[in-house]
């Protein structure tokens, strides 16, 4: 049974995991203009790229014109929708009747889509979707359930629930490392370093705003340890807009800060009466656009 949300979109009827929460959100957009630390929005130019009360969320840009993300059907069904921002278009990327995508991202080769899977068993493991739409592949057989990753030389850095959550990087079968335990949901590769960079929650600060994490890393050349100082407070998603520069949202604004800094500083509001709460984030430097996901009021 198929149910249309977009033009060329179709949604399949499958089965969710608990661990993604069913909120409606919406993916929205902002143009930019400056890069790094010296970025600024262009003030009313944001604008929705969805609008369901279903769950469009996770973004990430695949190449300099297409984003992916994570779209559910009003059962809660999930596959991995594309996004072309030159012709405004949606394509499914996966059809399948019997598991659920999360969390697309391309990988370091830029063959594939991985996302986190809920298998008809409910293991969450990550897959390879190829981009030219061919047979999917399973990346470690071994190692599940992930909840969140990203990636370092063709290897993927995972979150693992457990008790207690792991952060782990497969250097190869058999062969894990051990990154951290306990991390928050933001897993981030710092670009061109070999640093993957997640928020721990075993070193926080109460704030105003609510509570900051500390922001830490590890080289995975070197396996050296090191921090980076607070999170914004409030807020569990960052990015790296370039090597020196994070970018983080609470309610309807976003913030940056350079690495080396302490004091998270604005950087705009996006204006919207329909949507609050900023959580995802991407950002492409070749279209110089944001794309947020907010909650729906």
Known sequence: MNKKIYPT????????????????????????KGKGNKIQLISGSEKAITDRKEYDNQ?????????????????GNHDIIVYNFENGKFTNL?????????????????????????EPDKKQ???????NFGEPELLYDDIEPVGYYDWYDNKAAM????????????????????????VGRSI??????????????????????????????????????G????????????????????????????YIRKWNEKNWSLLGTIQTETHQNISRLAYSKDLDVIVVAMERK
């Open 9 to 32: 979109a179709l949604i399949l009827l499958i089965t969710c995991s608990s661990l993604f929460a069913q909120t409606s959100f919406d993916l929205w957009q902002i143009s930019t």
């Open 59 to 75: 973004p990430s840009f695949i190449n300099e014109y297409q984003l992916v993300f994570s779209a559910a059907d009003d059962k």
């Open 94 to 118: 996966t059809k399948t009747a019997d598991r659920s995508e999360f969390s697309p991202s391309i990988t370091d080769c830029g063959q594939y889509i991985a996302a986190v899977v809920t």
């Open 125 to 131: 493991r990550i897959w390879l979707y190829p981009t």
């Open 159 to 182: 979150f693992v629930l457990g008790n207690p959550n792991q952060l782990i990087y497969a250097k190869g079968r058999n062969d894990l490392l051990e990154i951290d335990e306990n």
């Open 188 to 225: 981030k590769k710092r670009p061109k370093t070999s640093q993957i960079t997640y928020l721990s929650r075993d070193i926080s600060a109460k704030q105003p705003d609510g509570e900051a994490f500390e922001l830490k890393y590890m080289d995975l050349e070197s396996q050296e340890k």
């Open 227 to 254: 921090d980076l100082g607070l999170s914004l407070a409030g807020s569990q998603d960052f990015i790296w807009l370039d090597k020196k520069t994070l970018l983080m949202g609470r309610g309807n604004s976003l």
